[in-house]
């Protein structure tokens, strides 16, 4: 990181004081702990209080990180994997630090990684240009994969998600010393981290944690706490040990890691071994909870609820939300798999609209007819799932604050708009590591406008185009022709237009 002005005193936090480092535009200060380290007699337990600290932490660099592994070859983002076990913790860029009455809005960012991987250590999430737009940013962790999600016997479930309230608890008690205005937070994610935004804005645990929500492709499950257990108890048996908590402290991460990707899928979900047809299906049976990972928010009644209940009983309709999805979140080449033609066939057996079809065979042959099927798997993983809660949002009272983007622009290296490409954009930060090997030679002016939408969100809770309660399918598209599209959700609307009654 490269320092670019003087030391500034410490800010107490409840923890102790922390110092930072001079950042762009303000100071960083890197692996908070928010909580106690989640090893030892707080294993596989509920977030525990981090032992108070003596003197000033420094906090100047990435910490331990709860990824342990990379997601794989195929991911976009750089992310880090940091060993050590205080994996707990947040970091915070401001402009305005040791400033408790400057009240500037906060942004708090959520990883996504399938909810097994990703990193808050990323040069992606570096808050320097909110920052210097008069942000607060806050990235924090939180527990992965069975450690974060598994179902054993006489621990809480959904672990993760408890972590991500108490980083929300700690920036409540602590970010006035940073400068940011605690009744004034936006949580906000991608794909995992765009689900869990969506997660919380149907917990009852996490209510009055923050006033705004962006949900980037954000995806969310269906599993129930039943399903979950019997997973769990198929995993202990594998491992042969009891599926009680001393049974799962008996085994080193290490053994869980190198066997949890057996048990971490749901029976029969759609995905890209899927015909056309079943994923049609898949959309009409599970519309907005359509993760297909068993390690990932379990529907419990307690901290998680499902977002589509939730939304029809009108919780969150107080809370402004953003959200959309890339044009081609998932749209790999599949070998073998169904014709243009035949998913046609099947759309139109499902009862979609001529126009609605028109929409996606325009897209399949702009990108090429050998993503065909996995347009679709994009529609039924993120894109379906983006227009029902918008469409469940306008019926149920918070259609007024309730907006939808399209990310059509098409990186210079794949030709597609992809899962993860607009965020170096809504970042404002194209020059950041890895960008160009995935984007190309990326235009800084679409950066401008998508940043600026960001900022204009998390300072007012608004956006310049029309909401959904006026167009239920319109959306501001960023890239292609950009403007406002009143019918850029048409497709995915009909797709899921017998869940909702409007």
Same mark, same amino acid.
């Given at each position: ?71 794989? #070859?195929?991911? $976009? %983002?750089?992310?880090? =994997?940091?060993? *050590?076990?205080?994996? /707990?913790? @947040?970091?915070?860029?401001?402009? +305005? ?85 605690? #009744?004034?937070? $936006? %949580?906000?994610?991608? =794909?995992?981290? *765009?689900?869990?935004? /969506?997660? @919380?804005?149907?917990?009852?645990? +996490? ?296």
């Amino acid at each position: 990181m490269n320092a670019t002005s003087s030391p500034i005193d410490p800010v107490n936090t409840t923890g102790g004081a922390v110092s930072g480092i001079p950042h762009p535009h303000g100071t960083a200060y890197l692996s908070i702990p928010f909580a106690a380290p989640p090893v030892g007699a707080n294993r596989f337990l509920a977030p525990q209080p981090h032992a108070p600290w003596s003197g000033v932490r420094t906090c100047d660099s990435y910490g331990a990180t709860p990824q342990r592994r990379p997601f794989g #070859a195929v991911t $976009t %983002i750089p992310e880090p =994997s940091i060993p *050590g076990d205080d994996t /707990l913790s @947040l970091s915070v860029f401001t402009p +305005a630090a040791g400033e408790p009455d400057a009240g500037l809005p906060v942004l708090v960012w959520i990883h996504g990684g399938g909810y097994f991987a990703g990193s808050p250590a990323s040069p992606w999430y570096d808050g320097r240009s909110f920052a210097r737009d008069g942000v607060v940013t806050v990235v924090i962790s939180y527990r992965l994969g069975f450690d974060g999600f598994g179902w054993i016997d006489g621990a809480p479930l959904n672990r993760g998600v408890l972590d991500q309230i108490a980083a929300l608890e700690w920036v409540r008690d602590n970010i006035s010393g940073f400068g940011g205005d605690p #009744a004034r937070v $936006t %949580i906000a994610g991608q =794909s995992a981290g *765009g689900g869990s935004v /969506l997660t @919380l804005l149907a917990s009852p645990a +996490a209510e009055g944690l923050f006033s705004a929500a962006i949900s980037h492709s954000g995806a969310v499950g269906s599993l129930a706490a039943p399903e979950a257990e019997a997973i769990g108890r198929r995993f202990a048996e594998k491992l042969g040990i009891e599926p009680t908590i001393a049974g799962w402290r008996s085994v080193d991460e290490t053994r869980i890691l190198d066997s949890q990707d057996e048990f971490n899928q749901i029976p029969d979900a759609a995905g890209w071994t899927s015909t056309p047809a079943e994923l049609i299906a898949a959309v009409r049976a599970h519309p907005i909870e359509s993760m297909g990972l068993a390690f990932a928010p379990v529907i419990d009644e307690q901290t998680v609820r499902a977002p589509s209940k939730t939304i029809t009983g009108g919780q969150s309709a107080h809370i402004p939300l953003l959200l959309g999805a890339a044009r081609d979140e998932f749209t790999f080449e599949i070998p073998g798999s169904a014709t243009l033609e035949t998913a046609i066939a099947d759309l139109t057996r499902a009862g979609i609209g001529e126009n609605e079809i028109a929409q996606y065979r325009r897209e399949v042959e702009r990108i090429g007819s050998q993503f065909a099927t996995s347009q679709l798997v994009s529609e039924q993983m993120f894109r379906a799932p983006a227009a029902e809660i918008a469409s469940l949002r306008a019926v149920h009272g918070a259609g007024e604050r309730t907006w939808l983007y399209d990310f059509a622009h098409p990186s210079a290296v794949s030709g597609l708009a992809s899962h993860c490409h607009e965020l170096p954009f809504a970042w404002d930060l194209l020059d950041a590591e890895g960008v160009s090997d995935v984007l190309g030679d990326a235009p800084q002016t679409l950066a401008n406008e998508v940043h600026a939408v960001w900022v204009r969100f998390i300072t007012h809770g608004t956006t310049e185009w029309a909401p959904v309660a006026d167009h239920v399918a319109g959306a501001r598209v960023f890239g292609a022709d950009g403007g406002y599209d009143r019918n850029a959700y048409a497709f995915e609307r009909a797709l899921g237009r017998y869940s909702i009654n409007s």
